[in-house]
């Protein structure tokens, strides 16, 4: 349930500042009805239809990350942009502050997933480590590269895009992959980042190249790394033992798991929106919400 309500909650960032309060609480009860619970099952049920096709998820990339970022694109581009745009951390120490407290809660987000105080959960603690380790240096050093600053919020979105990337491989990758993964998805998320920026959608927080992408990334990565050394339950080997089947379904589950996320989030919104405005007036929005909206302030 934690898995549940955390993902609806991602999406929060790719349009904060911009919906009422009430029609969000009636998303969440939609997406987690429409897409959270038909995903889950699907990749996690013995009876799962992506379980029986082979699909290698053991913490929620594919559940939680893709889903989340995805339907964050879908909802940044149907709300449009804000008002005011411009949005700075309130205190980089604060940013510092939550990234430690996700990278602990991550260990028991993907070594919970191992079901027990195994050996398995063991993997899964060691590599979640390394591959955000290894984001979290690789984003700060590609961003050195590119001519930018080495920056503390660029380590930090770093590492949370190398704990999204490692979530689905955790407990069936080794921690040489791991560190891999962590290094491929910081790159990728970092040039979707980038490309954002470019566009006019108004993705607040970078949830779909960080989550969305990342969540992508892991899965494909999965889909090359996976080993029955490491986890009994791989039957096909990953793309890099020579075996292509598991990276194949991977790619073409991935491709259908995008596009129905995105199409029935574009769904839920306009329900959410015919029901209740979704996007709340231009005085409100100037207002801000934590006022407007919870009648409430800093």
């Known amino acids: 349930m934690k898995f549940a309500i955390i993902t609806p909650a991602l999406v929060t960032g790719a349009f904060s500042e911009r919906v009422r309060f009430t029609s969000y609480i009636l998303f969440i009860c939609l997406f987690f009805v429409l897409i959270y619970a038909p995903l889950a099952h699907m990749t996690w049920h013995p009876d799962g239809f992506l379980l029986k ?6 913490a929620g990339g594919t559940v939680v990350h893709m889903s989340a970022g995805v339907a964050a694109l879908a909802s940044a581009i149907y709300l449009r942009k804000r008002t005011d ?11 510092l502050l939550g990234t430690g407290l996700l990278w602990f809660g991550w ?17 899964a603690l060691g590599t979640t480590a390394v591959a955000s380790g290894a984001a979290a240096f690789s984003w700060i050093i590609f961003d050195a590269l590119r001519g930018k600053k080495p920056s503390a919020m660029g380590t930090s979105i770093g590492a949370v895009v190398g704990l999204v990337a490692i979530t689905p491989a955790a407990g069936f990758v080794s921690l040489a992959h791991a ?7 910081a790159i990728v998320s970092n040039l979707m980042v980038e490309w954002r ?9 970078d949830v779909f190249p960080c989550h ?6 892991g899965m494909i990565l999965t ?3 996976a080993s029955p050394g490491i986890n009994s339950a791989v039957v096909d080997k990953g793309l890099f033992f020579g075996e292509t089947k598991l990276f194949t379904t991977h790619i073409l589950v991935a491709i259908c798991v995008l596009v129905a996320v995105f199409i029935m989030t574009m769904i839920i919104l306009k329900i959410t929106d015919l029901i209740t405005p979704l996007r ?6 100037a207002e801000g919400l934590d006022i407007s909206q919870l009648g409430e302030s800093l």
């Open 53 to 58: 096709l082979g699909v290698l998820d053991f």
């Open 85 to 95: 745009q411009e949005m700075k951390p309130a205190r980089i120490t604060y940013v």
């Open 107 to 123: 260990f028991g987000f993907n070594g919970g997933s191992a079901m027990g105080a195994n050996n398995l959960a063991a993997i």
């Open 179 to 185: 560190l891999v993964i962590g290094v491929v998805a």
């Open 197 to 205: 920026t470019r566009t006019s959608i108004d993705d607040t927080l």
């Open 212 to 217: 969305g992408v990342g969540g992508l990334v």
């Open 223 to 225: 889909g090359v790394f």
């Open 280 to 285: 709340v007036s231009e005085e409100e929005e």
